[in-house]
């Protein structure tokens, strides 16, 4: 399973502990596998976890790889009333000794109705069945070269990239006015995860699928001590006492995985939790993750006919709305592109960005956010079935370093063709997403597409049940012998039916 091998240090000629450590997670892996094949040997996705293990110790030595274990979650409040409260949650030994045991069975067996339903199972893939979200050890590596990133100078510096954004904003996104601010660029050499190794792939869909975990599991426990204030302190009042925020309408997770060696971090987005079912996730951040749902893929705030609640006030007619107003709706603070960077902005206070490596993925909505903040910063970003989120960017103006388009931009998009969100299908008056009150409108993604063909190569039909996260990791990513392709989608328009006017 790891990447790493012994023969490493032959060639060096010198063995430094480092290995002496690598080899014996090894050994350690070795040990904890042969008794997890003991246990399970009959079980079909075990053998596939097997083989790509297998194939992975079989891989050349190199040391690119490393292994990854969830380290903090960060809650980040949205909405009027939550949106100043930031905490983070150390995920330490004692931490999950005292809450965090337990087992994440899988919701196979729940019946599929509509999208809240397949929003509501809290995805943990079956070929990790029996390990446990809080600390399993997930491998990624990297490619031997590293990647070309053009990044903003002064990314870091508070409160920069807000200001560009309120100014970009205010001027409409008006390139004539925004060229005429001086950006600085900075050219970086960046290590990336390897997306055409299946482990890392695997890895980094666990981690999306592991920000949907809740954790710790009631509300007694969140009410603990365990977190720590990392903006203003968070003092009840009479009304809101209780401290559910992250998991109630309120708020936006990521889990934090970081490598042995401290050096790379991956940051996990929350994506879309459904309203309650019964045994559901009843508490989830159901109203918020819609509302922001409904925002950043619609036309225009959801107004898909004169019976639906729109999520914002800018529609202005029969396919026509106020550019301006959705605009400054993205860029709220209370809604989830801010607590996105709000989280970001967190991490690098623990985690240096000059030095660490800091990546991002999510599963759908959290997808999204992850390529969204991976514009935003420079970071390398790798999003599974997200929606699209091409006219978001452009909406909220995120910072395009000059000389489109075809600049660097380390964003991977993985999806298959049977999932009608990831394909930008899942809308119109018959739609499953629209019976759900879900307006996702939009197709087209940036970055590029790394795309399984389900529905050409295992005659899938195109279904929700495909935009699970566990199907994707046990169905799709593990049933392909290689990773599927990733290649620059050619030029998509969304909304073409819409009129945008300006106030
Ligand atoms: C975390 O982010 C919030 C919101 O941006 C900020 O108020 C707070 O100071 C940050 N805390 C740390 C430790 O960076
Ligand atoms: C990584 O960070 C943790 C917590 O800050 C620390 O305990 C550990 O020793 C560090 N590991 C390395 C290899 O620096
Ligand atoms: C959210 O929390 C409030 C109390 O803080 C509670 O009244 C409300 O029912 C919760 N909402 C959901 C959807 O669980
Ligand atoms: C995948 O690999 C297996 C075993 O090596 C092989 O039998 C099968 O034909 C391969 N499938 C494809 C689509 O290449």
Same mark, same amino acid.
Request: glycine share 6%.
């Given at each position: 399973?790891?990447?790493?091998?012994?023969?490493?240090?032959?060639?060096?000629?010198?063995?430094?502990?480092?290995?002496?450590?690598?080899?014996?997670?090894?050994?350690?892996?070795?040990?904890?596998?042969?008794?997890?094949?003991?246990?399970? $040997?009959?079980?079909?996705?075990?053998?596939?976890? @097997?083989?790509?293990?297998?194939?992975?110790?079989?891989?050349?030595?190199?040391?690119?790889?490393?292994? =990854?274990?969830? #380290?903090?979650?960060?809650?980040?409040?949205?909405?009027?009333? &939550?949106?100043? /409260?930031?905490?983070?949650?150390?995920?330490?030994?004692?931490?999950?000794?005292?809450?965090? !045991?337990?087992?994440?069975?899988?919701?196979?067996?729940?019946?599929?109705?509509?999208?809240?339903?397949?929003?509501?199972?809290?995805?943990?893939?079956?070929?990790?069945? *029996?390990?446990? +979200?809080?600390?399993?050890?997930?491998?990624?590596?990297?490619?031997?070269?590293?990647?070309?990133? /053009? !990044?903003? #100078?002064?990314?870091?510096?508070?409160?920069?990239?807000?200001?560009?954004?309120?100014?970009?904003?205010?001027?409409?996104?008006?390139?004539?006015?925004?060229?005429?601010?001086?950006?600085?660029?900075?050219?970086?050499?960046?290590?990336?995860?390897?997306? #055409?190794?299946?482990?890392?792939?695997?890895?980094?869909?666990?981690? $999306?699928?592991?920000?949907?975990?809740?954790?710790?599991?009631?509300?007694?426990?969140?009410? #603990?001590?365990?977190?720590?204030?990392?903006?203003? +302190?968070?003092?009840?009042?009479?009304?809101?006492?209780?401290?559910?925020?992250?998991?109630?309408?309120?708020?936006?997770?990521?889990?934090?995985?970081?490598?042995?060696?401290?050096?790379?971090?991956?940051?996990?987005?929350?994506?879309?939790?459904?309203? %309650?079912?019964?045994?559901?996730?009843?508490?989830?951040?159901?109203?918020?993750?819609?509302?922001?749902?409904?925002?950043?893929?619609?036309?225009?705030?959801?107004?898909?006919?004169?019976?639906?609640?729109? /999520?914002?006030?800018? &529609?202005?007619?029969?396919?026509?709305?106020?550019?301006?107003?959705?605009?400054?709706?993205?860029?709220?603070?209370?809604?989830?592109?801010?607590?996105?960077?709000?989280?970001?902005?967190? /991490?690098?206070?623990?985690?240096?960005?000059?030095?660490?490596?800091?990546?991002?993925? %999510?599963?759908?909505?959290?997808?999204?956010?992850?390529?969204?903040?991976?514009?935003?910063?420079?970071?390398?970003?790798?999003?599974?079935?997200?929606?699209?989120?091409?006219?978001?960017?452009?909406?909220?103006?995120?910072?395009?370093? +000059?000389?489109?388009?075809? @600049?660097?931009?380390?964003?991977?998009? =993985?999806?298959?063709?049977?999932?009608?969100?990831?394909?930008?299908?899942?809308?119109?008056?018959?739609?499953?997403?629209?019976?759900?009150?879900?307006?996702?409108?939009?197709?087209?993604?940036?970055?590029?597409?790394?795309?399984?063909?389900?529905?050409?190569?295992?005659?899938?039909?195109? *279904?929700?049940?495909?935009? !699970?996260?566990?199907?994707?990791?046990?169905?799709?990513?593990?049933?392909?012998?290689?990773?599927?392709?990733?290649?620059?989608?050619?030029?998509?328009?969304?909304?073409?039916?819409?009129?945008?006017?300006?106030?």
């Amino acid at each position: 399973m790891l990447i790493e091998k012994n023969t490493n240090y032959n060639k060096r000629g010198a063995i430094h502990s480092r290995v002496i450590r690598i080899s014996y997670l090894i050994v350690s892996f070795v040990a904890i596998a042969s008794i997890f094949w003991f246990r399970k $040997s009959s079980s079909d996705t075990l053998s596939k976890l @097997y083989s790509i293990t297998d194939k992975c110790t079989n891989n050349p030595p190199t040391d690119r790889g490393h292994r =990854f274990q969830i #380290k903090h979650i960060f809650h980040h409040g949205v909405g009027k009333k &939550y949106h100043e /409260v930031h905490r983070r949650l150390d995920i330490t030994p004692e931490v999950i000794e005292k809450v965090a !045991r337990d087992n994440y069975p899988n919701s196979a067996d729940i019946d599929i109705q509509n999208l809240e339903d397949v929003y509501n199972m809290h995805d943990w893939p079956q070929v990790f069945e *029996n390990e446990d +979200p809080w600390t399993i050890e997930l491998p990624v590596r990297s490619p031997e070269a590293k990647s070309r990133a /053009v !990044r903003l #100078k002064h990314r870091h510096e508070p409160n920069f990239i807000e200001s560009y954004l309120s100014y970009a904003m205010s001027v409409q996104g008006d390139q004539s006015i925004l060229s005429r601010i001086h950006l600085e660029w900075e050219e970086a050499d960046v290590a990336i995860p390897d997306v #055409k190794d299946k482990q890392t792939v695997v890895s980094l869909a666990t981690m $999306s699928s592991n920000a949907y975990v809740r954790f710790p599991k009631d509300d007694d426990e969140k009410k #603990k001590s365990d977190w720590i204030d990392v903006g203003r +302190p968070w003092v009840p009042d009479d009304e809101h006492d209780s401290i559910n925020f992250g998991w109630n309408e309120s708020g936006l997770r990521g889990h934090v995985f970081v490598s042995e060696d401290n050096k790379t971090v991956v940051i996990s987005i929350k994506g879309t939790s459904g309203a %309650g079912i019964p045994g559901g996730g009843s508490d989830e951040t159901t109203v918020a993750d819609k509302t922001n749902d409904n925002l950043l893929f619609s036309c225009c705030c959801a107004r898909v006919s004169y019976l639906w609640t729109t /999520v914002c006030d800018c &529609y202005r007619g029969t396919y026509t709305c106020d550019q301006k107003c959705l605009e400054k709706e993205h860029l709220r603070r209370d809604r989830y592109y801010q607590a996105a960077i709000d989280i970001y902005q967190n /991490v690098t206070q623990l985690y240096d960005p000059e030095t660490t490596d800091i990546w991002v993925t %999510g599963h759908s909505l959290g997808g999204a956010l992850a390529s969204l903040l991976g514009r935003t910063f420079g970071l390398p970003a790798v999003a599974f079935e997200a929606p699209g989120e091409m006219l978001a960017t452009r909406r909220l103006h995120l910072p395009q370093p +000059p000389g489109l388009p075809k @600049y660097q931009e380390n964003i991977w998009h =993985f999806g298959n063709t049977g999932d009608p969100i990831y394909m930008g299908v899942c809308n119109g008056i018959s739609s499953s997403c629209n019976a759900a009150g879900y307006a996702l409108e939009t197709a087209c993604h940036t970055g590029k597409q790394c795309i399984y063909d389900v529905v050409s190569d295992k005659g899938w039909k195109v *279904n929700l049940l495909n935009h !699970r996260i566990h199907t994707l990791i046990d169905d799709v990513i593990l049933d392909y012998n290689e990773t599927a392709p990733c290649v620059y989608q050619p030029p998509c328009t969304d909304c073409f039916n819409w009129k945008y006017v300006s106030s």
